[in-house]
């Protein structure tokens, strides 16, 4: 059985792993995602990507009401159709 996230994940890591890869994390999360990787503390690792995965659903959401909330303006036509 396939796990669609897992297929899902591996085509954003394809199409933009080069571009995120350049992306500086803050100072010494590297290393404490490696020492409780290391310590096999799954809890704190998944608590991590709830949180991210949190911040990026309400920035999504905050974009979308921002969008919502100030449509562009509609082109303004120059001619008159009769």
């Known amino acids: 059985m396939t ?15 080069e571009q995120l890869s350049t ?6 999360l ?5 020492d409780l ?9 998944l608590f991590m990507l709830r949180l991210a995965w949190q911040f990026g659903a309400q920035a999504g959401y905050a974009a979308a009401n921002q969008e919502t909330a100030n ?6 036509r120059t001619t008159v159709q009769a």
């Open 23 to 28: 992306m500086p994390l803050p100072e010494g």
């Open 30 to 34: 590297p290393e404490h995602l490696r």
């Open 71 to 76: 449509p562009k303006a509609a082109p303004r």
């Open 3 to 17: 796990n669609p996230y897992a297929e899902w994940f591996e085509r954003l890591r394809a199409e933009y792993g």
């Open 37 to 45: 990787m290391a310590r096999g503390d799954d809890e704190a690792i």
